[in-house]
């Protein structure tokens, strides 16, 4: 039971490339969710889905785009990727949208 | 619009007890939880508060007063694992939840 996994662990990109984080979890768990982490601002959220077939917008939205997959995975696309953008990302699950949320290990990006 | 309050940094020794206080303001309020962060790793969940009152699970509690939009996270001999950043995070109907900026425990000894 692996939990909430997410690819890459690291990744270096230069503005105006675009790229897609994946996240997938194994705990049949129906929301996920993707946050951004920066110094001294916590956890920001980005875009969550509380069921399959579902997304919303959250806090943080602009410049990015997901997709739920499936049941188990949740992506994120950085479009045209900007130094404002270089950030923690981590994503999350929970069996409801009003339950604990577990959390992947995070993907470390960086744009030059 | 929403907005949630915590200290920025706490100190304490080992053994010490340390309160983190979170005041917060928002609308469809129904619920506060706790999250523990090791130095940028995976935040994980320490306790859950839908009702005014304490949560006591081991050395931690938690505390809500939904009159008072306050709450706060008691957590009682401090051991050196217990240095790390401590969320409180708002659940609110109509969205996922949203946390507040991290309080850093540094516990020395």
């Known amino acids: 039971n692996a939990g909430v996994t997410q690819t890459p662990k690291f990744q270096v990109l230069k503005t105006g490339q675009s790229m897609t984080l994946q996240c997938a979890q194994d705990m049949n768990h129906n929301s996920m969710y993707w946050y951004r982490q920066d110094p001294g601002m916590g956890l920001r959220l980005i875009y969550y889905s509380a069921s399959e077939g579902t997304t919303d917008k959250g806090e943080v939205p602009n410049g990015y785009n997901v997709s739920r997959l499936n049941k188990r995975e949740f992506s994120l696309r950085l479009e045209s990727a900007a130094p404002s953008q270089t950030s923690v990302y981590f994503c999350a699950s929970s069996a409801t949208r009003t339950e604990e949320e577990y959390f992947g290990p995070g993907t470390r990006l960086t744009v030059t | 619009g929403q907005s949630l309050e915590q200290p920025s940094e706490v100190t304490a020794v080992e053994g010490a007890i340390v309160q983190i206080n979170c005041t917060y303001q928002t609308s469809g309020f129904y619920g506060l939880s706790w999250y523990q962060q090791h130095d940028g790793g995976a935040p994980t969940f320490l306790s859950y508060?839908?009702?005014?009152g304490l949560e006591e699970t081991g050395r931690f509690s938690s505390f809500l007063s939904r009159s008072d939009s306050y709450g706060y996270l008691l957590l009682q001999e401090l051991q050196m694992k217990d240095s790390a950043s401590y969320f409180c995070?708002?659940?609110?109907?109509?969205?996922?939840?949203?946390f507040g900026k991290g309080t850093t425990l540094s516990v020395s000894s």
């Open positions: 995070a708002v659940h609110q109907a109509g969205t996922a939840l949203i």
């Open positions: 508060n839908g009702l005014d």
